[in-house]
C-alpha cells in the first residue's frame, strides 16, 4: 500500500507563509502526477496546485502567485509552498499521488494537515 506522510500545517497570520511537504512510500515515484487539494468545513474538496508526470504545472486561480508545487523525486517528496496567506487559505490540505494506468488509475491519499490563517 502508498503510505503518504503529511507535514507543514499550522497557525499562521494572514501575509505570513507555510511549506507543506508530503513523503510518499511509493515506488516509481516519478510516474505519478501529483497534486495538492483542500476542503473547507461545507465546502467539496478543491484541486490547489498539481503537477503531471511530464512536469507541467497548473492552480486554483485563487491562489496562482501565492502558492507554488514542487517535487523531489530523490526524496519520494511533493511540497506546497504558500506565500500571502489569506482567512479564506484555511481549510485542511491533502496531498494526493494519482497513478495513471490501468482502466481508471489510482489516487493515494495524505491524512491531511490543518491550515488556519487568522490574526
Known amino acids: 500500500q502508498v503510505q503518504l506522510v503529511e507535514s507543514g500545517g499550522g497557525l499562521v497570520q494572514p501575509g505570513g507563509s507555510l511549506r507543506l511537504s508530503c513523503t510518499a512510500s511509493?515506488?516509481?515515484?516519478?510516474?505519478?502526477?501529483m497534486g495538492w487539494y483542500r476542503q473547507a468545513p461545507g465546502k467539496q474538496r478543491e484541486l490547489v496546485a498539481a503537477?503531471?508526470?511530464?512536469?507541467?504545472?497548473n492552480y486554483a486561480d485563487s491562489v496562482k502567485g501565492r502558492f507554488t508545487i514542487s517535487r523531489d523525486v530523490a526524496k519520494k517528496s511533493m511540497y506546497l509552498q504558500m506565500d500571502n496567506l489569506k482567512p479564506e487559505d484555511t481549510a485542511v490540505y491533502y496531498c494526493?499521488?494519482?497513478?495513471?494506468?490501468?482502466?481508471?488509475?489510482?489516487?493515494?491519499w495524505g491524512q491531511g494537515t490543518q491550515v488556519t490563517v487568522s490574526s
Open positions: 494526493n499521488l494519482e497513478w495513471p494506468f490501468g482502466n481508471h488509475g489510482r489516487d493515494y
Open positions: 511509493a515506488d516509481f515515484f516519478s510516474a505519478y502526477n
Open positions: 503537477v503531471t508526470r511530464g512536469g507541467s504545472t
